[in-house]
């Protein structure tokens, strides 16, 4: 700023003479209030200043400072000799002034040093903070500036005291003149140097101590808290957001300031008798709300009455929501309450371990609990600017769960502050508990107000040229506003520019709005902060990247972002009217949000200092890109070391606080919101060059970082803003290419995201692998990162469409649901799980609601959406009925019992909602989930299936039946909402032989009808739908030949228009007229039955999804068929749903991940029909064997054959067994000279395994099963086959039948499992479904058997002889392993029980010690059996060769290893919780899986496992 300050000298004299002038003619100020203020100023403002002599103060100041020189030169620390320098500056300043007050150059001098000695003062309080400060580079410089300063002092006693004498009064004349021409300059310019000196030394001085501070709070915080992953501010660390959480940086009140209501809040704090538990603290912006709760929360601190606190803040992500609101308030009661420290840090452990806790059971656990256990006294929870939390609906849930629960805490008080915005109103007006909702800060009546006037008479009553006439001026201008005088101190604290500062307050009019008077004040600190016209581009390139940033950036960041503007800490200092933080690292915070509308409003208001969001948003994403391309790069925290295996990330300690070290704030920052800033731009060419470049070279490494940092949320977030952007670039004609790949950018980190989160290295591993082969995108990393994956096989390359793969149920997905707005859809599958997506971003909003194995969530009385969309309700069994929100699935209340599939509907009034449990209708508060004041019962033996509100909220319609009658007959009835009166009812068709099933009741708009769908026992038969009165319950039409399937509403009606449309048998769609259900067209061309049906919002067009994987768009009026809004096929569907907007489609299909497709800008499908036979889970299983280097996989198909792989050349296809029939169980000969297979024939088949040549068959018995199995004995000599409940051994050579076993049941789950030949040939072992276990003498005339009957197994049973001793024979019955000695009976000589959960192969050591179950080896040579615990396993497994037993399995969505022990790779989200016994096989280091499509994927782990063992 130097060289900016000096252009200026000419402009600045003309001011500094007026500003003399002003100054000499300062009243004298009374004091009509009490002052507590001390300093040297208000010694110079009093009436009757002492006289002395000017040359004399300065000499004696000169040589005073030479002493500071030399107490500096020897001090141990550096606060000691800064406070002297302060109070010696204060006098210097104060003795020039009175020497020169004339002199152009030395005020210019004058106001320089009062510059300096304000930041000297800000490094005084920063240094107060921290300790024992001791630093030689600074101690020096410090020294080096004082005595700069003492040369100043001296050159002033020696021009003053040429005064005292005339003789050399022309001397005195020219040593002034040559002093300002030649000597000012001089000395300015060593002040300055002098102060950079000093200035670059403190700041890295108290910015290593700060961030050693720093580094111990982050250190107190993980001892005492553990954080959630998504939860934490975005550059991981806890401590500098905890502080704005907690306050730590908010003014208190001054002295003397806010007595009324300070006064009002410790009266009702201190009232026993009330059972006003809350205080409201309301009023508008900027009257002081934040500054009276820091200082209550102070006071009550110091008093050991506060629990809590916790300030909402648009300055931090984690204070703008109440996702970390009851663990930080916890761990402050924690600190303030030490007697509940150990209590509170277990329950947060507690609450962090359980899956889902939702709000109000933590404020319960967390919170009201711990305090309710305190036995003295009250304590407070201070909850300030509620407003600033972003989320209605969380501001709703806080408020509603402290009245809930604060009566049971009788001993807590509640102070909470906030503007008084609807919703929160809403809630406290209607509370008894609630207290001071009608104290007014702000009184705008009173043209002068007393807490205004202390307030700015202690601020502004030590700096100079600040009179008691300008602080009343200011006073009398704010209007009552704290906002207007506390801009305007900061405004005269931080400036230089005072007078110019009053001038302009002066001028304000006293009937300008509040709103005006803030406008210019804030164009002032503008125009005063901008010296040099010149550098205004330099100024306002600062305040976009202020305004611009998604969360507080500190002035080191924005340095690091503009490195060719080297003023920015200067601007930050010089807006300190507008802006909070004197510290480079700290992050700067807009004192108020007024500042930010006028920045961001127009240019008349702005008057030349308007900020454009996209011009501000481009230039943040041009620093945070250049920014990665020089800090992202392989290797970034040197994390993947070649000697251990790809981790997850918990299994590194250590992580967050690695990153902290090895990153900028600047890098966090912009790894964070590149992306958001992108796709806020105006996305120009050069731009979107730049982002495809960091893309297409940096990808992967930005993902690894996000991955460990926790904040693969903000990726999927970036990404998914940027591709809507590149959506519309393609139909700007952008390059598609590029567009691609943003598209697969965002689709990688979407379908892989459950392994990125996970493990961050996997993203070059197997994330890496599943990737198109042709993407633009992908190419490039597949060839850099080529040696970090596993060899991986399969039938297919992978194909990305343009829709987005939501992956995370292991069942079959059956009901899809979007939210009115389209920006939500649930899943639920099977098992009972509910996931909620943004559909947005592709990611979950919330976490997945597990129900419980099997238990289904019905869409019929299940999930739907409240009419606004803010929440959806479920039931589940056992738990009952659940009401959440939808922006996060977080509960609106505790869930209420609820039965089992009992219909419920939301109102349209979102006041309410309606159940029915049996025959009884009840109205319940949607808010407080509390039963409402109705209840009325439908009528002796009535069962309810089905409620709906028409969207007036006039009338209930109830569909049900009389149990003794629910075969036959059913009824509706009408009932009035606002009495609960029943107005009509009417009965349903009978229909013979077949129960009634119900499959939707849906209205017209205009409430004038409503349509059912009934199925007639089955979906295979034709269906009815019967349009009805809603008022009288009149049937209009009886609509035959509806094809109707459960969980969706067979009739659709039209929302602006006359029509409404259902499917038909014939697979064509009616349109009928919504009053008289007359027939108005039928629209013909899908090939297979349609299975939904959506009007587009204008009304105009209809679009119908068909089993024959198309989604066909029609023109309503004519029937004619337009352009569909998604090219290509579908796929296979199940279920699908489209949002009403038409915005987005969802569908599934069994085994397949949710398909969500963005249809904005046009969406595309696949390019042919999905195989209709694809993804039916029981066509497919991988059934295997090996031979030598060798796997043979299976896909087993009716008409497929079997494939082989050869896993040593990397040919996919070896060749295919010749078979039409289904392909049970194949195995290889030991030899390695035949291949076996049982068919579905059933034959057991045998080929020559080197030509394929078919060699001989042997019938295997009757089979009701595809089940069964093969296997040779160890010598090849014999092969043993089972199926169904029959069992054969064969000689291969002579076919001579060794064994034939049938089992005496008859029925279906009957079976016989043949699992093993002694290495003698002399026994066979088998289990059969009783759990007996057999061990027959393979004679073919006696076959004698020996048998044990075990308890009941659920386990798949397998066994195994000893391959030392024939007559040793393990088996498997889960939990139990058992061995047993053949003789005359089975004698048990051993067992051990096998870890829950465990699933492998069982297999003994070629020596015959060692005994194998999956990853687990015990020796079992002795008396009792010993678990193998080494590093490596026994040598002797190794032996076997051909039948090595394998130690991978799979465990919690991995393919893990027990020899080394840990995690190898990942399994895909959507292969996982496959059901292992038919989806997975592992052979040695190998192991196939079935992917969605009933596809085998092989992965080779040998490469892996080789170099961890290094």
Same mark, same amino acid.
């Given at each position: #700023?130097?060289?900016?300050?000096?252009?200026?000298?000419?402009?600045?004299?003309?001011?500094?003479?007026?500003?003399?002038?002003?100054?000499?003619?300062?009243?004298?100020?009374?004091?009509?209030?009490?002052?507590?203020?001390?300093?040297?100023?208000?010694?110079?403002?009093?009436?009757?200043?002492?006289?002395?002599?000017?040359?004399?103060?300065?000499?004696?100041?000169?040589?005073?400072?030479?002493?500071?020189?030399?107490?500096?030169?020897?001090?141990?620390?550096?606060?000691?000799?800064?406070?002297?320098?302060?109070?010696?500056?204060?006098?210097?300043?104060?003795?020039?002034?009175?020497?020169?007050?004339?002199?152009?150059?030395?005020?210019?001098?004058?106001?320089?040093?009062?510059?300096?000695?304000?930041?000297?003062?800000?490094?005084?309080?920063?240094?107060?903070?921290?300790?024992?400060?001791?630093?030689?580079?600074?101690?020096?410089?410090?020294?080096?500036?004082?005595?700069?300063?003492?040369?100043?002092?001296?050159?002033?006693?020696?021009?003053?005291?040429?005064?005292?004498?005339?003789?050399?009064?022309?001397?005195?004349?020219?040593?002034?003149?040559?002093?300002?021409?030649?000597?000012?300059?001089?000395?300015?310019?060593?002040?300055?140097?002098?102060?950079?000196?000093?200035?670059?030394?403190?700041?890295?001085?108290?910015?290593?101590?700060?961030?050693?501070?720093?580094?111990?709070?982050?250190?107190?915080?993980?001892?005492?808290?553990?954080?959630?992953?998504?939860?934490?501010?975005?550059?991981?660390?806890?401590?500098?957001?905890?502080?704005?959480?907690?306050?730590?940086?908010?003014?208190?009140?001054?002295?003397?300031?806010?007595?009324?209501?300070?006064?009002?809040?410790?009266?009702?704090?201190?009232?026993?008798?009330?059972?006003?538990?809350?205080?409201?603290?309301?009023?508008?912006?900027?009257?002081?709300?934040?500054?009276?709760?820091?200082?209550?929360?102070?006071?009550?601190?110091?008093?050991?009455?506060?629990?809590?606190?916790?300030?909402?803040?648009?300055?931090?992500?984690?204070?703008?929501?109440?996702?970390?609101?009851?663990?930080?308030?916890?761990?402050?009661?924690?600190?303030?309450?030490?007697?509940?420290?150990?209590?509170?840090?277990?329950?947060?452990?507690?609450? &962090?371990?359980?899956?889902?806790?939702?709000?109000?059971?933590?404020?319960?656990?967390?919170?009201?609990?711990?305090?309710?256990? *305190?036995?003295?006294?009250?304590?407070?929870?201070?909850?300030?600017?509620?407003?600033?939390?972003?989320?209605?609906?969380?501001?709703?849930?806080?408020?509603?769960?402290?009245?809930?629960?604060?009566?049971?805490?009788?001993?807590?008080?509640?102070?909470?502050?906030?503007?008084?915005?609807?919703?929160?109103?809403?809630?406290?007006?209607?509370?008894?508990?609630?207290?001071?909702?009608?104290?007014?800060?702000?009184?705008?009546?009173?043209?002068?107000?007393?807490?205004?006037?202390?307030?700015?008479?202690?601020?502004?009553?030590?700096?100079?040229?600040?009179?008691?006439?300008?602080?009343?001026?200011?006073?009398?201008?704010?209007?009552?506003?704290?906002?207007?005088?506390?801009?305007?101190? %900061?405004? &005269?604290?931080?400036?230089?520019?005072?007078?110019?500062?009053?001038?302009?307050?002066?001028?304000?009019?006293?009937?300008?709005?509040?709103?005006?008077?803030?406008?210019?004040?804030?164009?002032?600190?503008?125009?005063?902060?901008?010296?040099?016209?010149?550098?205004?581009?330099?100024?306002?390139?600062? *305040?976009?990247?202020?305004?611009?940033?998604?969360?507080?950036?500190?002035?080191?960041?924005?340095?690091?972002?503009?490195?060719?503007?080297?003023?920015?800490?200067?601007?930050?200092?010089?807006?300190?009217?507008?802006?909070?933080?004197?510290?480079?690292?700290?992050?700067?915070?807009?004192?108020?949000?007024?500042?930010?509308?006028?920045?961001?409003?127009?240019?008349?208001?702005?008057?030349?200092?308007?900020?454009?969001?996209?011009?501000?948003?481009?230039?943040?994403?041009?620093?945070?890109?250049?920014?990665?391309?020089?800090?992202?790069?392989?290797? &970034?925290?040197?994390?993947?070391?070649?000697? %251990?295996?790809?981790?997850?990330?918990?299994?590194?300690?250590?992580?967050?606080?690695?990153?902290?070290?090895?990153?900028?704030?600047?890098?966090?920052?912009?790894?964070?919101?590149?992306?958001?800033?992108?796709?806020?731009?105006?996305?120009?060419?050069?731009?979107?060059?730049?982002?495809?470049?960091?893309?297409?070279?940096?990808?992967?490494?930005?993902?690894?970082?996000?991955?460990?940092?926790?904040?693969?949320?903000?990726?999927?977030?970036?990404?998914?803003?940027?591709?809507?952007?590149?959506?519309?670039?393609?139909?700007?004609?952008?390059?598609?290419?590029?567009?691609?790949?943003?598209?697969?950018?965002?689709?990688?980190?979407?379908?892989?995201?459950?392994?990125?989160?996970?493990?961050?290295?996997?993203?070059?591993?197997?994330?890496?692998?599943?990737?198109?082969?042709?993407?633009?995108?992908?190419? /490039?990393?597949?060839?850099?990162?080529?040696?970090?994956?596993?060899?991986?096989?399969?039938?297919?390359?992978?194909?990305?469409?343009?829709?987005?793969?939501?992956?995370?149920?292991?069942?079959?997905?059956?009901?899809?649901?979007?939210?009115?707005?389209?920006?939500?859809?649930?899943?639920?599958?099977?098992?009972?799980?509910?996931?909620?997506?943004?559909?947005?971003? +592709?990611?979950?909003?919330?976490?997945?609601?597990?129900?419980?194995?099997?238990?289904?969530?019905?869409?019929?009385?299940?999930?739907?959406?409240?009419?606004?969309?803010?929440?959806?309700?479920?039931?589940?069994?056992?738990?009952?009925?659940?009401?959440?929100?939808?922006?996060?699935?977080?509960?609106?209340?505790?869930?209420?019992?609820?039965?089992?599939?009992?219909?419920?509907?939301?109102?349209?009034? *979102?006041?309410?909602?309606?159940?029915?449990?049996?025959?009884?209708?009840?109205?319940?508060?949607?808010?407080?989930? #509390?039963?409402?004041?109705?209840?009325?019962?439908?009528?002796?033996?009535?069962?309810?299936?089905?409620?709906?509100?028409?969207?007036?909220?006039?009338?209930?319609?109830?569909?049900?039946?009389?149990?003794?009658?629910?075969?036959?007959?059913?009824?509706?009835?009408?009932?009035?909402?606002?009495?609960?009166?029943?107005?009509?009812?009417?009965?349903?068709?009978?229909?013979?032989?077949?129960?009634?099933?119900?499959?939707?009741?849906?209205?017209?708009?205009?409430? +004038?009808?409503?349509?059912?769908?009934?199925?007639?026992?089955?979906?295979?038969?034709?269906?009815?739908?019967?349009?009805?009165?809603?008022?009288?319950?009149?049937?209009?039409?009886?609509?035959?030949?509806?094809?109707?399937?459960? %969980?969706?509403?067979?009739?659709?009606?039209?929302?602006?228009?006359?029509?409404?449309?259902?499917?038909?048998?014939?697979?064509?769609?009616?349109?009928?007229?919504?009053?008289?259900?007359?027939?108005?067209?039928?629209?013909?061309?899908?090939?297979?039955?349609?299975?939904?049906?959506?009007?587009?919002?204008?009304?105009?067009?209809?679009?119908?999804?068909?089993?024959?994987?198309?989604?066909?768009?029609?023109?309503?009026?004519?029937?004619?068929?337009?352009?569909?809004?998604?090219?290509?096929?579908?796929?296979?569907?199940?279920?699908?749903?489209?949002?009403?907007?038409?915005?987005?489609?969802?569908?599934?299909?069994?085994?397949?991940?949710?398909?969500?497709?963005?249809?904005?800008?046009?969406?595309?499908?696949?390019?042919?029909?999905?195989?209709?036979?694809?993804?039916?889970?029981?066509?497919?299983?991988?059934?295997?064997?090996?031979?030598?280097?060798?796997?043979?996989?299976?896909?087993?198909?009716?008409?497929?054959?079997?494939?082989?792989?050869?896993?040593?050349?990397?040919?996919?296809?070896?060749?295919?067994?010749?078979?039409?029939?289904?392909?049970?169980?194949?195995?290889?000969?030991?030899?390695?000279?035949?291949?076996?297979?049982?068919?579905?024939?059933?034959?057991?088949?045998?080929?020559?395994?080197?030509?394929?040549?078919?060699?001989?068959?042997?019938?295997?018995?009757?089979?009701?099963?595809?089940?069964?199995?093969?296997?040779?004995?160890?010598?090849?000599?014999?092969?043993?086959?089972?199926?169904?409940?029959?069992?054969?051994?064969?000689?291969?050579?002579?076919?001579?039948?060794?064994?034939?076993?049938?089992?005496?049941?008859?029925?279906?789950?009957?079976?016989?499992?043949?699992?093993?030949?002694?290495?003698?040939?002399?026994?066979?072992?088998?289990?059969?479904?009783?759990?007996?276990?057999?061990?027959?003498?393979?004679?073919?005339?006696?076959?004698?058997?020996?048998?044990?009957? *075990?308890?009941?197994?659920?386990?798949?049973?397998?066994?195994?002889?000893?391959?030392?001793?024939?007559?040793?024979?393990?088996?498997?019955?889960?939990?139990?392993?058992?061995?047993?000695?053949?003789?005359?009976?089975?004698?048990?000589?051993?067992?051990?029980?096998?870890?829950?959960?465990?699933?492998?192969?069982?297999?003994?050591?070629?020596?015959?010690?060692?005994?194998?179950?999956?990853?687990?080896?015990?020796?079992?040579?002795?008396?009792?059996?010993?678990?193998?615990?080494?590093?490596?396993?026994?040598?002797?497994?190794?032996?076997?060769?051909?039948?090595?037993?394998?130690?991978?399995?799979?465990?919690?969505?991995?393919?893990?290893?027990?020899?080394?022990? /840990?995690?190898?790779?990942?399994?895909?989200?959507?292969?996982?919780?496959?059901?292992?016994?038919?989806?997975?096989?592992?052979?040695?280091?190998?192991?196939?899986?079935?992917?969605?499509?009933?596809?085998?994927?092989?992965?080779?782990?040998?490469?892996?496992?080789?170099?961890?063992?290094?």
């Amino acid at each position: #700023m130097k060289a900016l300050f000096r252009k200026n000298q000419k402009k600045k004299q003309k001011k500094a003479t007026e500003s003399s002038h002003q100054v000499s003619t300062e009243p004298v100020e009374p004091h009509p209030l009490p002052s507590t203020s001390t300093s040297i100023t208000t010694q110079q403002a009093a009436p009757h200043p002492q006289p002395s002599k000017p040359h004399e103060d300065a000499s004696e100041l000169s040589e005073q400072f030479f002493s500071i020189v030399k107490e500096i030169s020897e001090a141990t620390d550096l606060l000691s000799p800064l406070k002297s320098a302060c109070a010696l500056m204060i006098r210097g300043i104060q003795a020039m002034r009175a020497a020169h007050g004339n002199t152009v150059a030395w005020i210019e001098l004058c106001e320089q040093l009062e510059h300096h000695l304000v930041q000297l003062e800000a490094h005084r309080s920063e240094l107060q903070k921290i300790p024992s400060i001791k630093n030689d580079g600074c101690l020096k410089a410090l020294e080096y500036y004082f005595s700069v300063i003492t040369e100043v002092i001296k050159n002033a006693s020696w021009a003053i005291s040429g005064e005292e004498s005339k003789i050399i009064s022309s001397i005195k004349h020219s040593s002034v003149a040559q002093t300002e021409k030649e000597e000012m300059g001089r000395y300015q310019t060593m002040m300055e140097n002098a102060w950079q000196a000093y200035s670059i030394e403190m700041k890295r001085l108290i910015t290593l101590k700060v961030k050693e501070v720093g580094d111990q709070l982050e250190e107190y915080e993980k001892a005492h808290t553990r954080a959630t992953p998504g939860q934490l501010p975005e550059d991981g660390v806890v401590g500098p957001d905890s502080k704005i959480a907690y306050g730590d940086r908010i003014d208190l009140c001054e002295e003397g300031t806010r007595v009324e209501v300070l006064d009002a809040i410790r009266t009702w704090a201190t009232d026993y008798e009330s059972n006003s538990q809350i205080f409201w603290l309301n009023d508008a912006a900027g009257t002081g709300k934040s500054t009276i709760a820091a200082t209550i929360a102070n006071e009550w601190s110091l008093n050991n009455r506060l629990a809590g606190r916790f300030f909402f803040s648009p300055n931090s992500r984690i204070t703008q929501t109440t996702k970390e609101f009851c663990r930080l308030v916890s761990n402050d009661i924690a600190k303030n309450q030490p007697s509940l420290t150990k209590t509170i840090q277990d329950e947060i452990q507690l609450v &962090l371990s359980e899956e889902h806790v939702w709000f109000e059971v933590q404020l319960q656990r967390l919170i009201i609990d711990p305090v309710r256990t *305190l036995e003295d006294g009250r304590v407070f929870i201070v909850v300030d600017a509620l407003d600033n939390c972003v989320l209605s609906e969380e501001r709703r849930g806080l408020l509603n769960a402290f009245i809930q629960h604060l009566p049971s805490a009788p001993r807590l008080k509640l102070l909470l502050t906030s503007r008084p915005v609807q919703d929160i109103s809403d809630v406290l007006t209607l509370s008894p508990l609630v207290h001071g909702s009608d104290l007014q800060l702000l009184n705008v009546r009173h043209s002068y107000h007393r807490d205004i006037h202390i307030f700015v008479d202690k601020r502004l009553s030590n700096i100079p040229k600040i009179s008691y006439e300008h602080r009343k001026m200011i006073i009398e201008k704010s209007g009552g506003l704290f906002l207007y005088a506390a801009t305007v101190c %900061r405004m &005269l604290e931080k400036g230089r520019h005072r007078l110019d500062t009053l001038k302009i307050i002066s001028d304000i009019g006293s009937t300008d709005k509040l709103e005006r008077r803030m406008d210019i004040l804030y164009l002032s600190v503008l125009k005063q902060a901008l010296i040099d016209k010149d550098a205004g581009d330099m100024m306002m390139s600062v *305040l976009s990247m202020i305004i611009a940033a998604y969360q507080p950036i500190s002035s080191n960041t924005i340095s690091r972002f503009l490195p060719n503007n080297t003023y920015v800490e200067d601007f930050v200092q010089d807006l300190g009217g507008v802006l909070k933080d004197g510290h480079p690292d700290r992050p700067i915070k807009v004192l108020h949000p007024t500042f930010r509308e006028f920045i961001l409003s127009d240019e008349d208001r702005a008057n030349g200092f308007l900020l454009h969001p996209a011009q501000s948003a481009a230039a943040m994403a041009y620093a945070c890109i250049s920014t990665l391309e020089h800090m992202l790069g392989d290797g &970034l925290f040197q994390l993947d070391k070649p000697d %251990r295996l790809l981790a997850r990330n918990d299994d590194i300690e250590g992580v967050d606080r690695l990153i902290q070290k090895s990153t900028t704030a600047a890098e966090r920052y912009a790894s964070a919101f590149w992306a958001h800033h992108v796709a806020a731009s105006d996305m120009s060419p050069d731009l979107w060059s730049r982002v495809t470049k960091l893309l297409s070279q940096k990808y992967l490494n930005w993902v690894e970082l996000m991955s460990w940092r926790g904040s693969i949320g903000l990726c999927i977030e970036g990404l998914s803003r940027l591709r809507r952007i590149s959506n519309n670039q393609i139909n700007s004609n952008r390059d598609s290419q590029d567009s691609l790949i943003v598209r697969h950018a965002h689709q990688f980190v979407v379908q892989h995201q459950s392994i990125i989160i996970e493990s961050a290295l996997q993203t070059y591993c197997m994330a890496l692998f599943f990737t198109p082969r042709d993407s633009p995108l992908f190419i /490039g990393y597949r060839e850099r990162y080529r040696d970090r994956q596993p060899k991986i096989m399969t039938p297919s390359s992978v194909e990305w469409e343009s829709h987005i793969a939501l992956g995370g149920h292991s069942s079959i997905v059956y009901q899809l649901i979007f939210s009115p707005d389209g920006s939500r859809l649930i899943s639920i599958d099977q098992e009972g799980i509910l996931q909620l997506w943004n559909t947005e971003t +592709g990611s979950l909003a919330g976490k997945p609601f597990r129900g419980g194995k099997k238990s289904d969530i019905p869409v019929t009385g299940g999930c739907k959406f409240s009419v606004d969309g803010q929440q959806f309700g479920f039931w589940n069994d056992p738990s009952g009925l659940h009401i959440r929100y939808s922006y996060n699935g977080e509960p609106v209340f505790p869930p209420l019992p609820w039965p089992a599939a009992w219909p419920f509907t939301f109102s349209s009034t *979102l006041s309410h909602f309606i159940g029915a449990k049996d025959s009884s209708i009840t109205q319940w508060d949607i808010k407080h989930g #509390m039963e409402a004041q109705k209840t009325r019962h439908a009528g002796a033996g009535f069962k309810c299936d089905e409620v709906a509100i028409s969207p007036d909220d006039d009338m209930i319609v109830i569909v049900g039946c009389h149990e003794e009658e629910k075969i036959t007959r059913g009824q509706i009835l009408l009932w009035r909402l606002s009495t609960f009166q029943q107005v009509a009812s009417c009965e349903l068709p009978r229909v013979p032989h077949y129960p009634l099933d119900y499959v939707g009741t849906s209205f017209s708009p205009d409430s +004038g009808r409503f349509a059912i769908g009934i199925i007639h026992g089955t979906e295979s038969i034709p269906g009815t739908a019967i349009l009805y009165d809603a008022k009288t319950g009149k049937e209009i039409e009886v609509m035959q030949g509806v094809h109707l399937r459960a %969980r969706w509403t067979p009739v659709v009606f039209c929302p602006l228009s006359r029509y409404l449309a259902h499917n038909s048998w014939k697979f064509s769609i009616v349109i009928r007229e919504q009053k008289t259900g007359e027939t108005i067209s039928i629209l013909y061309g899908h090939k297979d039955s349609i299975i939904h049906l959506s009007f587009s919002p204008d009304s105009k067009r209809l679009a119908s999804v068909s089993s024959d994987q198309t989604l066909r768009v029609w023109n309503v009026e004519t029937g004619e068929a337009l352009n569909t809004i998604l090219s290509g096929y579908t796929g296979i569907v199940r279920y699908c749903a489209l949002s009403l907007d038409w915005d987005h489609f969802a569908s599934t299909a069994p085994l397949h991940p949710i398909r969500l497709y963005d249809m904005r800008g046009g969406a595309s499908g696949r390019d042919s029909a999905e195989p209709a036979n694809n993804g039916g889970m029981g066509d497919y299983a991988i059934i295997g064997a090996a031979y030598m280097d060798s796997i043979v996989a299976i896909r087993s198909q009716t008409d497929a054959g079997a494939m082989l792989w050869d896993t040593s050349t990397g040919t996919n296809r070896v060749h295919t067994l010749p078979t039409r029939d289904y392909v049970v169980s194949v195995a290889f000969s030991p030899n390695g000279e035949m291949i076996a297979a049982v068919l579905s024939a059933p034959i057991l088949r045998i080929w020559d395994a080197k030509t394929f040549a078919y060699t001989k068959d042997f019938e295997v018995g009757i089979t009701r099963h595809r089940d069964g199995g093969v296997f040779f004995s160890p010598d090849s000599t014999l092969i043993g086959a089972y199926h169904t409940a029959s069992a054969t051994v064969w000689d291969v050579k002579t076919e001579q039948i060794m064994l034939l076993y049938s089992s005496s049941a008859l029925y279906d789950y009957d079976f016989v499992k043949l699992c093993a030949i002694s290495s003698d040939n002399s026994r066979a072992t088998g289990v059969d479904h009783r759990s007996l276990v057999l061990v027959w003498d393979l004679d073919p005339i006696t076959n004698r058997s020996v048998q044990v009957t *075990l308890s009941k197994h659920r386990s798949e049973p397998s066994a195994a002889f000893s391959p030392t001793d024939p007559s040793l024979l393990a088996v498997t019955l889960l939990p139990d392993i058992m061995l047993w000695r053949v003789a005359e009976e089975l004698q048990l000589i051993m067992k051990i029980e096998a870890p829950k959960g465990l699933y492998g192969k069982l297999s003994f050591s070629y020596d015959g010690q060692y005994l194998a179950y999956g990853p687990l080896v015990w020796d079992v040579s002795t008396t009792s059996p010993v678990l193998y615990a080494e590093d490596l396993p026994p040598t002797s497994f190794n032996a076997i060769g051909l039948q090595a037993h394998s130690f991978l399995f799979y465990k919690d969505g991995w393919i893990c290893s027990a020899f080394p022990q /840990g995690s190898l790779l990942p399994v895909p989200s959507e292969l996982q919780g496959l059901e292992m016994t038919r989806h997975w096989y592992a052979f040695g280091e190998k192991v196939i899986f079935m992917n969605q499509f009933g596809e085998p994927i092989l992965v080779d782990l040998s490469s892996i496992l080789a170099q961890a063992r290094q």
